[in-house]
């Protein structure tokens, strides 16, 4: 009974730890945060921050992107980006797949467009699909995955400019007055949350302590 204990204590203590040290068993996501504030409209869209993008890890690979539009912005395929709605970045250009995109959405990449304004060059391209105009843009939040196992939140890359952005979008303002519409930038603002075990890896490790301490216990009765 005590080496069948001893084992069992032993082993959920060394899975725990071999896990933990060779990334076997999950950690937590990280997440980064971008907010649409470096304003390109030739005059002003009218607000100090547009919008925010949060690119958060997929255990496994990959990574869940969500744009939240804010102060009455939205996204259009009719203006500033030629016909293209939003693009980014990610580094060494891969093969990617896109999943989640609502219906009017579509994806291009990898290519090689530079929306002007300064902002750089960017490899990948969303479109709203000509059903997103400066009077009628995309005001939802926008969430997709791109699940391709290599992608992490790391391998997104501004455009190489001074300017930082590593989004850019065809934003429109109606309620500023007149259908503002213009290139606007998402530079970084967040930072990677912490790391921590999953639960799966926890329990393992908390199964090798409780075994330790019962055989603990067992040896302390028997003298």
């Known amino acids: 009974m005590k080496q069948s204990l001893l084992k069992s204590a032993a082993m959920a203590l060394a899975v725990s730890a071999l896990g933990l040290a060779a990334g076997i068993l999950p950690a937590s996501a990280g997440a980064l945060t971008y907010d649409f504030t470096l304003d390109n409209c030739s005059s002003g869209c009218g607000a100090t921050n547009y919008g925010t993008v949060t690119v958060t890890d997929i255990l496994g ?18 203006g500033a980006l030629t016909s293209h709605s939003m ?33 750089g060059t960017f490899n990948y391209i969303l479109n709203c699909n000509s059903a997103c105009a400066a009077n009628n843009p995309w005001t939802a939040p926008l969430d ?70 019962a055989l603990r216990r067992r040896k302390n009765r028997a003298a």
């Open 61 to 78: 690979g990959g990574v869940k992107v969500n744009v939240a539009l804010l102060n009455g912005a939205g996204l259009i395929d009719t």
């Open 87 to 119: 693009v980014f970045n990610l580094a060494g250009s891969p093969a990617i797949t896109i999943t989640g995109l609502p219906s009017l959405w579509t994806y291009i990449g990898p290519t090689s467009y530079t929306p002007g304004g300064g902002f």
């Open 144 to 213: 997709f995955s791109i699940t391709t196992p290599s992608i992490t939140t790391a391998s997104f890359l501004d455009g190489g400019t001074a300017k930082d952005a590593y989004f850019v979008a065809d934003i429109s303002n109606p309620t500023a007055g007149g259908a503002l519409t213009g290139r606007i930038g998402a530079s970084y603002v967040g930072t990677p949350s912490t790391h921590v075990p999953e639960p799966v890896t926890m329990s393992l490790f908390g199964a090798g302590l409780a075994g330790a301490a």
